[in-house]
């Protein structure tokens, strides 16, 4: 059964920093795209961030871009965000995702994941 666990969230000042983490278990993830996505409270869950197994190509939202950084460890099967110099906006509930694997699609859109995190809460205190 496969099965994304996130962790790290908290509450943080602004300008803070803070590190997720999904743990992903149930079958290999070395070859999937694994992604970011966040959800604040009476938003849809927009993208994020998302790492490629193809050369390990990173992208960004334009809003995260320069503050945050995409990293995985595949023999750990683990797929990290670090989070600096953080923003009120920046407030959500972040949910890891992966892809199927083998695959070489886009990474922006929920619907390129098939499998999904329950999620941790991030808060930034102005």
């Known amino acids: 059964q496969v099965q994304l666990v996130e962790s790290g969230g908290g509450l943080v000042q602004a300008g803070g920093s803070l590190r997720l983490s999904c743990a992903a278990s149930?079958?290999?993830?070395?070859?999937?795209?694994m992604g970011w996505f966040r959800q604040a409270p009476g938003k849809e869950r927009e993208f994020v961030a998302s790492i490629h197994w193809i050369a390990g190509r990173t992208y960004y939202a334009d809003s995260v871009k320069g503050r945050f950084t995409i990293s995985r460890d595949n023999a750990k099967n683990t797929v990290y965000l670090q989070m600096n110099s953080l923003k009120p906006e920046d407030t959500a509930v972040y949910y890891c995702?992966?892809?199927?694997?083998?695959?070489?699609?886009?990474?922006?859109?929920?619907?390129?994941?098939?499998?999904w995190g329950q999620g941790t809460q991030v808060t930034v205190s102005s």
């Open positions: 149930g079958r290999t993830f070395s070859n999937s795209a």
């Open positions: 995702a992966a892809t199927r694997q083998l695959y070489s699609g886009s990474s922006y859109y929920t619907n390129d994941y098939n499998s």
